[in-house]
């Protein structure tokens, strides 16, 4: 699940289920699944903030669609994640134009009128991806939720819901006054 805060997976988009293990899992990065009880900034802000807007998660999937361009764990022997960036070049850019590829077969099969990255590098990847492929569709972004981004820190929310008004899709995804009223009594 991207932005795979488990709290959220489970209480919000209702995700259960088994885990499976690698057969060289590393000791120090054990795959705890659904029973992990760190919490992740990232997940907790993005889901956090559309369980707010859409009140139920149908409301909304049937608008959106939230897909990782790069869903795979890279880390060091010592157990470090390592980003895409980090990675080799050779194999970053071979990792990478599988990724767009993925991107630009999902962009189609779900018929997608805009792709709204997350952050500059989901957007700016999106947009080289599906140009290079010839896929006519609107890329745009929104700030990641990171707590390593000093703006986000400071009311990403805030900023989310200015951008995707921005962008037209606020009424989309928002609860109307009573639906919120209601939603918040329970």
């Not at 807007?53 to 990782?68: A, D, Q, R, S």
């Not at 006054?177 to 209601?182: D, E, I, L, V």
């Amino acid at each position: 699940v991207p932005f795979g805060e488990v709290r959220s997976v489970v209480d919000w988009l209702k995700i259960t289920g088994e885990e499976g293990h690698p057969p060289n899992e590393h000791l120090k990065r054990q795959i705890r699944g659904l029973a992990c009880t760190q919490s992740e900034v990232s997940g907790a802000r993005f889901w956090g903030f559309f369980k707010k807007l859409c009140g139920e998660p149908e409301k909304f999937f049937k608008h959106c669609f939230v897909h990782n361009l790069c869903p795979l764990i890279f880390m060091s022997a010592s157990g470090k994640n390592l980003t895409p960036p980090e990675l080799p070049v050779g194999d970053r850019e071979k990792l990478l134009a599988l990724c767009d590829i993925t991107l630009c077969k999902v962009v189609e099969a779900l018929g997608v009128s805009m792709v709204i990255g997350v952050g500059r590098v989901a957007e700016q990847r999106a947009r080289r991806a599906l140009t290079a492929a010839g896929v006519s569709v609107r890329v745009e972004s929104i700030m990641h939720p990171s707590p390593r981004n000093p703006k986000a820190n400071k009311g990403w929310e805030g900023e989310a819901r200015t951008r995707l008004t921005e962008l037209g899709v606020i009424s989309l995804l928002s609860m109307s006054n009573n639906m919120m009223k209601a939603h918040k009594e329970n």
